[in-house]
Structure formats: structure tokens, C-alpha cells
């Protein structure tokens, strides 16, 4: 895990308005608005990498109510068009979503298709998909 968030902060790109890092209250409040648990990793990345800006994709934030990345917005959509609510929304990607499972793992789904492809972690999806997108 460290060795990812690592690199994701190497890979952090400066920007004018730069992403808040939330604090523990901010996961929690997301939680609330969703009703839902989030998986210790998801709660951990989410705590020390999702002010990290890099490459093309934006995975979800709790600190600002009103980016378009906010966890509860996103996980509204990723719901309203099918994604089961077992899933939680991770990132929103060419019309589907990267979303955490409620054992964990990561999957990347479509409204066509369902679930097409998994990976074991939140750190193991970061290292793979995000980190070289």
C-alpha cells in the first residue's frame, strides 16, 4: 500500500485549485449521505490519495461537496443506472464505473456489459489502472 500511495503522490500534478485531502469526520459524513459502509481500504484511500491528481481518470472525493467527483453524487448516478448497491462507485470511466465491492475487491462495470474486470484491491486497481492512465 505504501509503495502506491507513494507513487501516486510522485505523480501528483500541480493545478491552481488543488484538491482538499478530507479528514475522518468527511468519510464519515459520506458514509451518512450514502447509507452505506465503506470498505476500510476505500476509507484509507480516500484518506491519503484522493486529493492526488494525475492522469485521466477522477476517482471519487468526500471534501467537496461540490466537485463533480463527490462520492455521494457519483454513487446517486452509478445507482440510478444500475450499478448494484453492493458497489461503491470509485470512478467514473467511459460510460461505466470503477467500484469497490463489498469484499473489497475493485471491478469495473458498464450498464451494457455488468462486471468485465476485477482486481484484488483498491491499492492493487490504483497501481494498475489509475497510476498509468
Known sequence: ?????????????????????PDFDDVVAAE????????PDFKEFLLTVSDVICGSL?????????SHTHLPEVAAYAWSIG????????????GGFYAVTIEGAVVYWTPESGEVEEWT???E?????????
Open 58 to 66: 477522477e476517482p471519487v472525493t468526500v471534501a467537496d461537496p461540490f
Open 83 to 94: 450499478l448494484s448497491r453492493e458497489h461503491t462507485p470509485i470512478c467514473a470511466h467511459d
Open 32 to 39: 451518512e449521505e450514502i447509507c452505506v459502509p465503506l470498505y
Open 121 to 123: 484491491t483498491v491499492w
Open 125 to 133: 486497481w490504483a497501481r494498475e489502472v489509475w497510476l498509468v492512465s
Open 1 to 21: 500500500m505504501q509503495d502506491v500511495i507513494d507513487a501516486l503522490r510522485e505523480a501528483n500534478i500541480d493545478v491552481v485549485t488543488p484538491l482538499d485531502l
